[in-house]
């Protein structure tokens, strides 16, 4: 098998993950048992792609709200139970002088020997701009936190999810409806891509054995794939896009979007939060 096809199936599989879904909505990522319970909550964080408020919740009833957009932490919207939180939650906009602070905040919450779950939503007060806020990548590099799935980081986790929700359900314009034309507006960034059902169902491109695995792991996980898709919106079937693993430079990852009956899987080469969103949102004008 090619090297670099290694980490892409490590980032498939994260998809194929059991979600522990509790009352409320709230959705477990991390076990008491969980080794290093603050990479899942940024793993969590990174997947974010439209604008997002995640609320995280820890069993010894803390709790943080971070609005999230294109793998960025914007602002603190709220935080309960903790300490410190004061710099955070007066920022109109989190900035690289926040950076120790939000690290702390997140630090406590995600205590060892705790359960810790989320609860995703509509994002709060002001705007989603990517541009702004703390990248997530920069976090986890401070906190030497590696987002890519690690096995032996989740050995014990009980299933707990690996890829977060992405930034919740929005309305692809009338223009984007087409995944074809999603993934021809990502460009050459998107090195392979498929799409499985609808009107647009056998559509790929890419090398040949990239494609293949992308086919062969929706054979078998088509369902589940659509599961965890649900969980990340207000109603089940909702067009819904997400990116899975990448580095702060450099990297590949996996983009998986879901319109009317079609569900698209690609790999997508670097950091391309900015044109995926682009593309999402359809073409300008």
């Known amino acids: 098998?090619?090297?670099g096809i290694v980490p892409i199936l490590a980032r498939l599989r994260s998809l194929q993950a059991d979600v522990v879904v509790l009352s409320g909505g709230s959705r477990v990522i991390a076990r008491p048992t969980d080794r290093n319970p603050v990479a899942q909550l940024l793993?969590?964080?990174n997947e974010t792609m439209l604008g997002r408020s995640l609320e995280f919740q820890s069993s010894t009833g803390a709790s943080v709200t971070l609005d999230v957009v294109g793998r960025r932490v914007l602002r603190v919207t709220a935080c309960h139970g903790l300490s410190g939180a004061e710099a955070c939650l007066g920022a109109e906009v989190l900035e690289d002088d926040h950076k120790d602070d939000l690290i702390?905040?997140?630090q406590a919450l995600a205590a060892p020997h705790h359960e810790l779950r989320v609860i995703s939503g509509p994002i709060g007060r002001g705007g989603a701009?990517?541009?702004v806020g703390l990248p997530v990548a920069l976090l986890a590099d401070l906190l030497l936190v590696e987002?890519?799935?690690i096995e032996s980081d989740s050995a014990d986790a009980g299933?707990?999810?690996e890829a977060g929700p992405d930034a919740g359900p929005e309305?692809?314009?009338s223009t984007g409806t087409s995944?074809?034309?999603f993934a021809q507006r990502l460009g050459p960034a998107l090195i392979a891509w498929l799409i499985q059902g609808g009107t647009e169902d056998g559509q790929s491109s890419g090398p040949d054995e990239m494609v293949s695995h992308l086919v062969g792991f929706l054979e078998d996980e088509r369902d589940s794939v659509l599961r965890q898709l649900d969980l990340m919106c207000d109603t089940p079937g909702e067009p819904v896009c997400l990116l899975l693993g990448i580095t702060l430079i450099e990297g590949h990852s996996i983009v998986c979007a879901r319109a009317q009956e079609a569900l698209m899987l690609g790999v997508v080469e670097g950091d391309s939060t900015q044109s995926a969103l682009a593309a999402w949102r359809g073409p300008a004008g």
Do not use: C, D, H
Request: net charge neutral; glycine share 8%; proline share 8%.
């Open 1 to 3: 098998m090619n090297k």
């Open 43 to 45: 793993r969590t964080a």
């Open 179 to 181: 995944l074809t034309g």
């Open 104 to 106: 702390k905040l997140l």
């Open 147 to 149: 987002l890519n799935e």
């Open 171 to 173: 309305e692809l314009p």
């Open 129 to 131: 701009e990517v541009s």
């Open 159 to 161: 299933g707990a999810p």
